[in-house]
Structures are given as C-alpha cells and as structure tokens.
C-alpha cells in the first residue's frame, strides 16, 4: 500500500481562489516532491523541499514541510484553470525512488 | 532537450499472453525507473535501475515480470503472463538528481 495520504481526494474551487492540499507520511523522508498529472502533460514535476527546510515557494506554489507532524502542505494561489489536474506528494527516503500518495484531483471551474 | 520516450503507448492483450514495454531516458540520466498507476492510485515503483544495476526491485513480481537496461540507456520492461489485474499505466522515469521526469506511459489492457 501507498505510505501516507493526501487530503483532501478531491477539491473544486474558482478561478482566482488559492487550494490547500495536504500531505501525511510515516517514515523519515530525504526529501518530499511534489508532482502533477493532467491527461496532457503526463505527471511533471513541481516542487522540492528538504528535510531541513521548513517552507519552499516557486512561482504561485508554496509548500511547507513539518517532519515533527511528518505533513506536508501544497499551496496553490490564484488558481487557473489550467491547474485543473491531479497532485501528489512523493516521498524520497534517500535512495531516490519515490513512494507516491494517491493524489489529490482538484478542478478549478472558470 | 527530449523528454523520456516509451511504447508503444497503448496496448492491449488477453490474459496470459506477454508484453513488453520500451523506454528510452533522457541523455545522460544515470537512473531509470518504472512505476505502475492503476486507475484513481499514484505511481507504484516496480524497479530502479542506476546505470545497468539494479538498486531496487523488491516490489516487481519476478514471477511473471522482468527488466533489463541495456548498456546503461534503454530499458525494457516485460510481462509474461499477463494478469487482468496488470491493467494499468506503466511510466518509465529517469533522473540526473532528485527531480524524476516522466514519460508519457503505456497504458495496458488486459482483457
């Protein structure tokens, strides 16, 4: 089975409205990734935060990272339509290969 | 630069009948990895492979599927016999450092 869980599984917002999604794990983690999937760009990588860093931002993405809670939060402002996709936290336990979560779909209504 | 190659990108076959899967990385990405995505799941690592070694493999089911990388690029991916349960999206990922990218997958139907 898949270690953690994103929550929640799925989320509709407006356009211009920010998505929080959230992320548990249970063991030590290197680093944790963050992915998106549309059917038309396959699953592209977004974001990545360390296990010493507390709070990373790329462009309208904001992740925070508490490995006391081993949770990790995704922060989407200013949502697109375009953002309509499915997201996933992925776990690097430093040997590199990736334990996903079961996503979450979110769709960003125009 | 090119993104990571497979196919063919759908297949579909009947049960207990062989597959195989073809992944090209990009140029110089030393570990290649395939997962598999069943329908509404995240990925799933079936093996990873650094140059032509294998690290991992510990969730492939070696009963029925196998991988090779040949010379350190391509990789090949196959299953014999085909299961209704291996109905799924296999992705083929290779990677410099942390970030993985991703090919576009083949999608099987086993039928």
């Known amino acids: 089975s898949q270690q953690g869980e994103e929550d929640p599984q799925a989320l509709s917002i407006q356009e211009g409205e920010n998505a929080t999604m959230n992320c548990s794990y249970k063991t030590s983690i290197n680093n944790l990734q963050w992915y998106r999937q549309n059917s038309g760009r396959g699953l592209v990588h977004l974001i990545l935060i360390r296990s010493n860093e507390r709070e990373k931002h790329s462009g309208r993405l904001r992740v925070t990272l508490d490995t006391s809670k081993k949770s990790s939060s995704l922060l989407i402002t200013a949502s697109r339509a375009a953002d309509t996709a499915s997201y996933f936290c992925a776990r690097d336990t430093g040997r590199r290969a990736l334990t996903f979560g079961s996503g979450t779909r979110l769709q960003v209504q125009p | 630069e090119a993104g990571v190659a497979q196919s063919p990108r759908y297949k579909i076959i009947e049960k207990r009948q062989s597959v195989a899967f073809w992944c090209n990385p990009i140029?110089?990405?030393?570990?290649l990895y395939w997962y598999q995505q069943i329908l509404g799941q995240g990925p799933k690592l079936l093996i990873q492979f650094q140059n032509n070694g294998v690290v991992d493999d510990s969730q492939l089911p070696k009963d029925r599927f196998s991988a090779e990388r040949l010379k350190g690029v391509d990789s090949t991916l196959k299953i014999q016999p085909a299961k209704l349960e291996d109905s799924a999206v296999y992705l083929c990922a290779s990677s410099l450092d942390y970030e993985q990218y991703f090919g576009p997958g083949t999608r099987l139907t086993v039928t």
């Open positions: 140029s110089g990405h030393a570990t």
